[in-house]
């Protein structure tokens, strides 16, 4: 292509272009924001609003990570804090979902990686909706914050699950929505939900229509996707890899599940992640009643003396664990009973979902 004179750009400084010219919607956050870009997108779209979105994720309803519409008259934009590319962009509003420190190997510190959220709330030219307990880090006149079952400037209240699908109502903008259904299963979602929810709303969504587009949300490929649901087993598989998204997921299983057996299949995803959130990791893993530990997935860094699956294995307090290689994870769950199995991880553990689906399919039969 830059043979034929084309120049090649970072998608960042694309999505820095685009969003220049319409209004915009960003969302950021160490976790979440792929699952709230994803949901407000759709609650556009079933609201009547025309968007474009650029998503991290690939949308189960719309089988892309893309959504076109020529008569667009706003864009849904998941911005990303890695190597700081969200202050490329040029938001009207923006959502912030979390603000855990992550990817300190480029940030160095904690606090630099709160400046850089800062910096990105202060290019917004209207509302901000952050997460409860994030305002205080954020330089700009019009932060509203969102929170699950405490009263806030939005929130949801009387959240339950029946028939495997969670319910709640809805305070937001001035306005009380009662008896929503979540097509999406996990209760950390409903909070996302709050959040797509509220902007939604303040972009013309009508009560209505956004009850009819989250009754029909699918969800987003790997964020809490239930691969197989037979009489015997069930698979979750999830691109969780913080401390923070394991957490989540694996509560929401037990939720989702109750009274069953949890086995998790964990790849960690960059050496420095592990090191520097090993006790996270370790604390989150142990809600799980079995845990099934791969080696550590490089990505684009070298490996760190010291800093592997078995370090972490040993901090796990469980007595059910165990370290396999990848190329040994058929035949370790072929010598297995499953009943809830949860795979986890941002590496290439998504490879093995196929194989696991078609065991766990002819086990049915």
């Given at each position: ?31 979440g ?37 020529n008569?667009a008259?706003?864009n ?106 979540l ?78 057996s ?14 520097d ?89």
């Amino acid at each position: 292509w830059q043979d034929r004179g084309a120049r090649i750009v970072k998608r960042a400084e694309l999505l820095g272009l685009i969003t220049m010219d319409r209004r915009t919607v960003a969302v950021a956050g160490t976790h979440g924001k792929t699952t709230v870009s994803t949901m407000l997108a759709h609650l556009l779209r079933e609201g009547g609003v025309r968007c474009n979105a650029f998503l991290g994720g690939v949308s189960v309803n719309y089988r892309s990570n893309i959504l076109l519409d020529n008569d667009a008259v706003v864009n849904v934009v998941e911005a990303d804090e890695y190597d700081r590319s969200f202050l490329q962009l040029r938001p009207s509003e923006a959502i912030i979902t979390a603000m855990d420190p992550d990817h300190l190997d480029i940030y160095g510190t904690a606090e630099a990686m709160y400046e850089a959220y800062a910096q990105f709330a202060a290019l917004c030219t209207g509302t901000v909706l952050a997460r409860r307990g994030l305002s205080g880090r954020l330089r700009h006149a019009n932060v509203k914050e969102y929170t699950l079952m405490e009263p806030s400037d939005a929130y949801a209240m009387n959240v339950r699950v029946e028939n495997s699908a969670y319910h709640f109502d809805l305070h937001a903008r001035g306005v009380s929505i009662p008896g929503l259904t979540l097509g999406m299963p996990g209760r950390h979602n409903v909070e996302n939900a709050v959040a797509a929810s509220t902007i939604a709303l303040e972009l013309g969504v009508t009560p209505e229509r956004l009850r009819q587009g989250l009754a029909s949300f699918k969800g987003v490929e790997r964020r809490f996707d239930v691969r197989f649901k037979g009489t015997k087993s069930v698979y979750v598989d999830d691109y969780a890899h913080h401390p923070q998204e394991l957490e989540a997921a694996i509560r929401s299983a037990r939720e989702m599940y109750p009274g069953r057996s949890v086995t998790g299949i964990f790849q960690p995803h960059l050496f420095t992640r592990t090191r520097d959130f090993v006790d996270g990791f370790a604390s989150a893993l142990a809600l799980l009643d079995e845990l099934i530990l791969l080696e550590i997935y490089p990505a684009r860094e070298e490996p760190i003396e010291g800093i592997n699956s078995a370090w972490l294995l040993e901090r796990v307090p469980i007595a059910r664990k165990a370290l396999v290689k990848k190329e040994d994870l058929l035949k370790e769950l072929e010598g297995r009973g499953i009943d809830v199995l949860m795979t986890l991880g941002a590496g290439d553990i998504d490879r093995s979902v196929p194989a696991i689906v078609n065991l766990l399919n002819q086990r049915e039969r």
